[in-house]
T-cell receptor, first 113, second 114 residues
């Protein structure tokens, strides 16, 4: 099945630094979701985006739905050690009532105190 | 808050065994999903169900089957476990869909087949 292109694959940063990651596709998406997965746990929803150009924040996290509807990015400001984990983007294509999502490969974030 | 629970966090089975993974959600959601997660491959959809007794194949259904006899419960079945089915299995649920399409995940079951 199709996957989204998520980058970077991994990041190792110093505490306090800002982080940026993105997802791109050759197809148009109607919904973008960003999840975080802590080690050994299931993904937890961070931000949901439903309109092209939409910019949404959740604490230190900000995500945007690209204007072309083919990409989305997630920024984390002033990173802290508990930001460590795997971040996934997920997109929903097309119309209809199907809730099927396509996931990116994930960005593994490590934060050095 | 949505709660999705999975019957086991860790499971070790032998090749050829029949394996049942159970998922239960408490939000009266119509849609439920089973994914497997492998390093570098992200989450891949195995099967999903949009109603009781209804199921549809995802991207990698081979070697798996599912059962949804009650709205809150969605089971993943490995008829004859093989070593290449060693993976993290994640269950998710979602409401009826539109305008919101948010899936909520359980904690995962790490299955090892020896």
């Amino acid at each position: 099945g199709q996957q989204l292109n998520q980058s970077p694959q991994s990041m190792f940063i110093q505490e306090g630094e800002d982080v940026s990651m993105n997802c791109t596709s050759s197809s148009i998406f109607n919904t973008w979701l960003w999840y975080k997965q802590d080690p050994g746990e299931g993904p937890v929803l961070l931000i949901a985006l439903y309109k092209a150009g939409e910019l949404t924040s959740n604490g230190r996290l900000t995500a945007q739905f690209g204007i072309t509807r083919k990409d989305s990015f997630l920024n984390i400001s002033a990173s802290i050690p508990s930001d460590v984990g795997i971040y996934f983007c997920a997109g929903r294509k097309g119309s209809g009532n199907t809730g099927k999502l396509i996931f990116g490969q994930g960005t593994t974030l490590q934060v050095k105190p | 808050d949505v709660k999705v629970t999975q019957s086991s966090r860790y499971l070790v089975k032998r090749t050829g065994e029949k394996v049942f993974l159970e998922c239960v959600q408490d939000m009266d959601h119509e849609n439920m999903f089973w994914y497997r997660q492998d390093p570098g491959l992200g989450l891949r959809l195995i099967y999903f169900s949009y109603d009781v007794k209804m199921k549809e194949k995802g991207d990698i259904p081979e070697g798996y089957s599912v059962s949804r006899e009650k709205k809150e419960r969605f089971s993943l079945i490995l008829e004859s476990a093989s070593t290449n089915q060693t993976s993290m299995y994640l269950c998710a649920s979602m409401g009826a869909g539109g305008p919101e399409w948010e899936q909520y995940f359980g904690p995962g079951t790490r299955l090892t087949v020896t």
